[in-house]
């Protein structure tokens, strides 16, 4: 399952909402844990984009809103910046527990300024990224600087942020000026990735100058040039996902598999569980799995998948040279396939040797200004493409066992 939706308890028992994105084409073999921007949620899109970016390189992330945001239980306004470590650590220890320890972790805006504070309470973690965030957890003053004299003389008031109302108390204002960042980035001792947007108006860019020059190396600054603060757009977000997980592969655990090689045109290989199975073709990497009802992790395409897509690829480059040989205004060509085997019919002809009878049912949609002779014209080639001829011809298999 590509997504999980899961539950978990904070330090006081309530409820946490979280994702759990994993990749749709492996195992996962790095857990990553992602902190979300002040008063957002794990639903945020950027977060999500950022989340499949990672997925594609094999890490699985956890997202999760913090207590009394998004659909986790609690009280915002009972909330601060050292509950929302403890939000972290708890996120860490459910991932330990029932998946792995995570290895990296990624805070966007006020995200970025927990996980560099946590860092060091995360033996697992390996590798730290930050997006868009504050140097000092008490830049979000500013979001509500009209409002902390109210909140000075009457202990709370509501606030607004991003469109919507808060109720932010004294304890939240007490809590993010005792936390000293400077002595965290310093002795964090993980490899820290900086993100952030020159363009960023929530948070200036000197916040990362200031996270970059406090921290040791090994450390990167990667500019989000164009970007704003919440990565509203698709393109960057998607971008900083592929950054990180391009960066963080130097710095995780990643197992390395030897190369599949061979003389031969294809080599193929399956270990001793499941169905997920590896293809080399020439330089071209594929996967080859089973559906989860019969046992395998639906990582990639069936066996029989292959050949009926082997088939339609066939059949449309068949169709489309004829075509443009022809000069016809063939704009597209498009070949809908699926097998199946009749049974019924296996039975009644077990007499006549042909007990298995495979159907490939093959639909061929043809875009272009084309007339009914040219048509069907085309559906003959169709049926004379290399593969289709093959699939009706006898075929021998020579099989032996290695040397």
Not at 199 to 223: C, G, M, R, W
Not at 366 to 395: F, M, W, Y
Request: hydrophobic residues 40%.
């Amino acid at each position: 399952m590509p997504s999980e939706k899961i539950t978990f308890p904070n330090q006081t028992g309530q409820q946490l909402a979280a994702r759990l994105e994993l990749p749709v084409n492996q195992h996962p073999h790095t857990y990553a844990l992602f902190a979300h921007c002040f008063t957002c949620s794990k639903n945020l899109t950027a977060v999500r984009h950022i989340s499949r970016a990672l997925n594609q390189a094999g890490i699985a992330v956890l997202r999760f809103d913090f207590t009394g945001l998004g659909d986790s239980e609690g009280d915002f306004s009972a909330t601060n910046f050292s509950s929302n470590l403890s939000d972290l650590v708890a996120a860490a220890n459910y991932l330990q527990q029932n998946y792995q320890a995570p290895a990296l972790l990624i805070g966007h805006s006020w995200g970025g300024a927990a996980v560099l504070h946590v860092a060091d309470q995360l033996p697992s973690v390996k590798a730290v990224a930050t997006i868009g965030a504050p140097f000092d957890p008490a830049h979000v003053r500013h979001l509500f600087a009209n409002q902390q004299h109210l909140i000075a003389a009457e202990g709370e008031a509501a606030v607004n942020i991003g469109g919507r109302s808060f109720c932010l108390k004294q304890q939240f204002l007490d809590d993010i000026t005792e936390h000293q960042q400077t002595p965290k980035i310093a002795h964090l001792n993980r490899a820290l990735l900086v993100l952030h947007s020159p363009q960023d108006l929530t948070v200036p860019i000197e916040n990362a100058a200031k996270i970059y020059q406090a921290a040791h190396h090994p450390k990167s600054f990667i500019t989000l040039d164009g970007a704003d603060h919440l990565l509203s757009d698709k393109a960057d977000s998607h971008y900083a996902g592929q950054v990180i997980a391009s960066w963080a592969q130097r710095y995780l655990p990643i197992p390395q598999s030897e190369a599949l090689t061979t003389n031969q045109e294809v080599v193929v290989r399956l270990g001793d569980t499941g169905f997920t199975t590896e293809i080399m073709a020439r330089q071209h990497s594929l996967t080859a799995d089973e559906p989860v009802e019969i046992g395998g992790n639906d990582f990639g395409p069936s066996p029989y998948e292959l050949l009926s897509a082997s088939l339609g690829a066939c059949t449309a480059m068949t169709i489309q040279m004829y075509a443009r040989r022809k000069n016809w205004n063939l704009h597209e060509v498009r070949v809908h396939l699926s097998h199946r085997k009749d049974y019924a019919t296996d039975m009644a002809a077990v007499e006549a040797h042909a007990s298995k009878i495979d159907y490939f049912d093959r639909i061929v949609e043809l875009q272009g200004d084309l007339d009914a002779t040219q048509r069907a014209k085309l559906l003959e080639i169709a049926n004379k493409c290399p593969v289709h001829r093959t699939l009706h011809s006898e075929i021998v298999v020579n099989t032996r066992l290695s040397e």
